[in-house]
């Protein structure tokens, strides 16, 4: 899957080894002009490319099985539950598990209340150890595995095409399969971000209104934080897009080293035949955009 400005390219290896490739409109809420500007326009982004993956998945499975490609698209309401379910799935386990972790570290004497520097401490470890874990353990299963290889062939032929190199398995293979402006970078940036600010926000906010009640009490910590994530990922989003923008320098390196470590992960070696596929998708994006 290759994005240009306007729109995506999705490119599927079938089953005789004929690449197809579809170019589509890129679903956007940047139309609005409000989710256009700088500290606004994270969270759309995050939505939107949550929508397209989604969709090229779901037409990508559809051809590499041969199917009828118009039959194995989700229709808006099956997206939208799809995409719902994603969200929360998402939310639950790197936000509401790791909270209510933390408050068993409190019930052991290992942490202070959600008051505290310390039980924000907790919260931040058990994310980062949850969502490294989760991605740790789907990369064992061999279709992500190969999801990931593609990932990586994506990664190498931008690189090519960046460095004005012709986009042959040849010329792709050398380079890296990490690249800074990866959306795993993003969701790292967004969980880091997250933990310094639930960290400050939170006993803050507790300040205003607290409930006397336990239960109640961490029910209302929890969603303020749900609430919080559209602020996250703006402020997230702006520090991706600064740090890709100016990858030579030795402060934004410093920034996207922990998503390039990430990348060691959510990328593999791809074959040459991966990187066929990769090459075509880019190609078609950017005859695409020529027109």
């Known amino acids: ?9 999705i490119a599927v290896r079938k089953p005789d080894g004929e690449i197809s490739v ?11 002009k409000l989710f256009r500007k700088p500290f606004l326009r994270g969270f759309p982004v995050l939505m939107e490319t949550m929508v397209n993956g989604i969709k090229a998945l779901n037409y990508s499975a559809s051809v590499a099985v041969e199917e009828d490609e118009e039959a194995g698209e989700l229709t808006n309401f099956h997206l939208f539950l799809t995409l719902l379910f994603a969200v929360a799935a998402a ?18 004497g290992y942490g202070g209340d959600v008051e505290s520097l310390s039980f924000h401490v907790w919260d931040g470890v058990f994310k980062m150890v949850v969502f490294i874990g989760y991605i740790a ?8 595995r190969r999801v ?8 190498k032929v931008i690189w090519t095409y960046e460095e004005g190199r012709d986009l042959a398995p040849a010329s792709a293979r ?5 690249h800074p402006r990866c959306g795993t970078a993003f969701l790292l940036f967004v969980l880091a971000v997250s933990i310094l600010l639930y960290a400050f926000l939170v006993p803050w906010l507790l300040t205003f209104y607290s409930p006397e ?14 609430l919080l994530m559209v602020p996250v990922s703006n402020v997230a989003y702006e520090l991706i897009k600064f740090s890709g923008k100016f990858n030579k320098n030795i402060l934004c390196k410093a920034l996207c080293w922990p998503g390039l470590m990430m990348q060691m992960l959510t990328t593999k070696e791809p074959d040459d035949e991966q990187i066929e596929v990769a090459i075509a998708a880019l190609q078609c994006a ?3 955009e020529e027109k």
């Open 91 to 108: 939310l639950g386990l790197f936000v509401v598990l790791p909270h209510f972790i933390s408050v068993c570290m409190e019930w052991l």
């Open 148 to 155: 990931f290889q593609y990932h990586g062939a994506e990664h």
């Open 137 to 144: 353990a789907i990369s064992l299963i061999p279709d992500i």
């Open 174 to 178: 050398g380079y890296s399969r990490l």
């Open 213 to 226: 009640q336990f239960v109640f009490k961490h029910l209302y910590i929890v969603a303020v934080k749900l």
């Open 1 to 9: 899957m290759m994005r240009a400005r306007n729109s995506l390219a």
């Open 286 to 288: 950017v005859q695409a």
């Open 22 to 32: 579809e170019v589509r409109p890129w679903f956007t809420f940047s139309s609005w």
